[in-house]
C-alpha cells in the first residue's frame, strides 16, 4: 500500500505564499525511484466538489496548471524523496480549501480525480482578506 501525507497548509493573509508538501511512503514507493507514479494536486472548498489543481509527471519534466491557478502556483518533486511540492503564490480568499495530493500509477498526465489510486487525507488552507 501507499500512505500520501500532506502537509504545510495554515491560514494565511491574502497575497501572502505557502508551499505544501506531499510525503510518499509504504512497500510500493520502493519502485519509484525508477518509475514514480503521475502526481496530483487537488482542492475541495465547503459544498463544492473536488477539483484539479496541478499535476506532475513521472520525472517532473511536464506539469499542468487549473486555469485559475495557473501563473501562481508551481508544482514539483523530488523523486528521491518521494516527496511532491505545491508553491502557491498571491493567494486568494478564493483558494481556500482542503488540499489533497494523489498519485496515479500510470505515467500521462490527468486533471481526472477518479484515475488517481491513492489519496492523502488533506491539509486546510484558509486565506482571509
Known amino acids: 500500500q501507499v500512505q500520501l501525507v500532506e502537509s504545510g497548509g495554515g491560514l494565511v493573509q491574502a497575497g501572502d505564499s505557502l508551499t505544501l508538501s506531499c510525503a510518499a511512503s509504504g512497500r510500493y514507493t520502493a519502485g519509484w525511484f525508477r518509475q514514480a507514479p503521475t502526481m496530483g494536486w487537488f482542492r475541495q472548498a465547503p459544498g463544492k466538489e473536488r477539483a484539479f489543481v496541478a499535476t506532475i509527471s513521472s520525472t517532473g519534466s511536464n506539469t499542468a496548471y487549473a486555469d485559475s491557478v495557473k501563473g501562481r502556483v508551481t508544482i514539483s518533486r523530488d523523486n528521491a524523496k518521494n516527496t511532491v511540492y505545491l508553491q502557491m503564490n498571491s493567494l486568494k480568499p478564493e483558494d481556500t480549501a482542503v488540499y489533497y495530493c494523489?498519485?496515479?500509477?500510470?505515467?500521462?498526465?490527468?486533471?481526472?480525480?477518479?484515475?488517481?489510486?491513492?489519496w492523502g487525507q488533506g491539509t486546510q488552507v484558509t486565506v482571509y482578506s
Open positions: 494523489a498519485a496515479f500509477i500510470g505515467t500521462e498526465l490527468t486533471t481526472t480525480p477518479r484515475d488517481y489510486n491513492y
